[in-house]
């Protein structure tokens, strides 16, 4: 009888240590995140380094695995990518750049999907009456920075600026926002503004010509056919001598004098913690709405030694 019992009393000890550990949080539960990322730059690197350091605090590195795809500037190529990741049944999507979301929305209802990068996701996803939070199985963080602010910035700058050149890409609509957002604010400043866009980056030389010869001064919003061209732009406006104030600081240390604009790691990050939230403790994406980063004012201090241009108290030199 007292080895019957003693025999009992093991089972029991081991079934409740098994229940122990499996209370613990789960700690052998291995997750699989997909990112596609749509091109490379530094904006977008930083904000897929911020995701990933952020992710691998909040479930352990060796409890997570990254599928890191990058899309080459291609938003055919991201719905590949995705694709991809909806066969693997990927426990979450992490979108990096609007065509990334766009894709990833039109490819699965029931995997995760966080954006990064995404400036306006009413825009982005084609939402009417967007309230800041999606309602389906998307949400993230948007790089979206205080147009107005921006505007008010670049006259800081630039006060004797009459004429403003936005140039961005066509193809991108969340620069077409930005874009219309920066003009129509322009015009109560009276300052006149024309529209230079390209298509792709095969255009961007010639319509930064253009633009640099009927401007005082360049606007690029946040855009990432932009960024991925920012030697090609500032061989032009340094030839031409004409500024650019750029809508966030990947773009503004490629060519730009001055931004302000977010930092795309914290951003990234805060996005990682999103995941965390989801994929260990259960929170409902649903009901998690768009967050933002604060913006800050930077400079290029080689650029402004350039154009001879002397910054204002209130702005930190990129990098600091």
Request: proline fraction near 3%; include cysteine.
């Amino acid at each position: 009888m007292k080895k019957v019992v003693s025999l009992i009393l093991a089972v029991l000890m081991l079934a409740a240590l098994c229940v122990s550990f499996a209370s613990c949080g789960g700690s052998n539960q291995k997750y699989t995140i997909g990112i596609c990322q749509l091109v490379t730059h530094d904006a977008l690197d930083a904000a897929t380094q911020g995701f990933k350091d952020a992710v691998e605090k909040g479930l352990g590195k060796d409890n997570v695995e990254f599928i890191f795809q990058n899309a080459a500037n291609d938003s055919n190529t991201c719905t590949t990518i995705v694709a991809s990741f909806v066969s693997k049944d990927v426990d979450l999507i992490m979108a990096n750049a609007t065509p990334a979301l766009q894709a990833a929305y039109n490819a699965t209802d029931k995997i995760p999907i966080l954006g990064t990068s995404i400036t306006e996701y009413g825009v982005a996803l084609g939402l009417d009456n967007f309230n800041g939070t999606v309602g389906s199985n998307v949400s993230g963080t948007s790089d979206l920075a205080p147009l107005t602010e921006q505007a008010d910035a670049l006259i800081e700058l630039f006060p004797e600026a009459k004429n403003v050149g936005l140039l961005y890409c066509s193809a991108e609509p969340n620069s077409e926002y930005q874009v219309k957002v920066i003009e129509e604010y322009l015009a109560t400043k009276n300052i006149t503004t024309a529209r230079f866009s390209f298509s792709d980056s095969n255009d961007v030389r010639t319509v930064t010509e253009n633009a640099a010869s009927q401007s005082d001064v360049i606007y690029i919003p946040t855009d990432n056919t932009a960024a991925s061209c920012t030697e090609v732009i500032d061989s032009v406006i340094r030839q031409k001598n004409v500024p650019v104030f750029a809508g966030e600081s990947g773009i503004c240390s490629g060519c730009g004098v001055a931004t302000l604009s977010i930092d795309y790691y914290d951003l990234g990050y805060k996005t990682g913690e999103m995941a965390v939230e989801i994929l260990k403790n259960g929170k409902d994406i649903r009901t998690m709405a768009i967050e933002y980063a604060p913006a800050t004012k930077k400079y290029n201090a080689e650029m402004c030694e350039y154009f001879n241009i002397t910054v204002p108290e209130g702005y930190v030199a990129l990098g600091e």
